[in-house]
Nanobody
Framework: QVQLMESGGGLVQPGGSLRLSCAAWGNIFSIPAMEWYRQSPGNQRGFVARITSDASTDYAEFVKGRFIISRDNAKKTVYLQMNGLVPDDTAVYYC???????????????WGQGTQVTVSS
């Protein structure tokens, strides 16, 4: 019913920048929260950033001051601008959206397929 399509990952040198995008498709009424997570080899998937429908944001401590999350409600898209990248940022980045479908009162979580970010010289 809902699909999330991510893009923007790739290889970047330390100190560089990347911008991830995640667009939602489906019979969507609202998206109260959009989030980014990441998972590196041998580690659990962890929270990176969140933005709510009123544009309130929250960040993991290790990305504060470097990453910026934003959203375009008309496009049902969330972005993650990543600056000052370091090798420890290497991971698969996943978007997650809490979605209310048209005709339903409840909210459901949907995940993107993940996009690889590699920070290396």
């Amino acid at each position: 019913q809902v699909q999330l399509m991510e893009s923007g990952g790739g290889l970047v040198q330390p100190g560089g920048s990347l911008r991830l995008s995640c667009a939602a498709w489906g019979n969507i009424f609202s998206i109260p929260a959009m989030e980014w997570y990441r998972q590196s080899p041998g580690n659990q998937r962890g929270f990176v950033a969140r933005i709510t429908s009123d544009a309130s944001t929250d960040y993991a401590e290790f990305v504060k001051g470097r990453f910026i999350i934003s959203r375009d409600n008309a496009k049902k898209t969330v972005y993650l601008q990543m600056n000052g990248l370091v090798p420890d940022d290497t991971a698969v980045y996943y978007c997650k959206m809490r979605v209310q479908l048209r005709g339903f009162d409840d909210f459901r979580d949907y995940w993107g397929q993940g996009t690889q970010v590699t920070v290396s010289s």
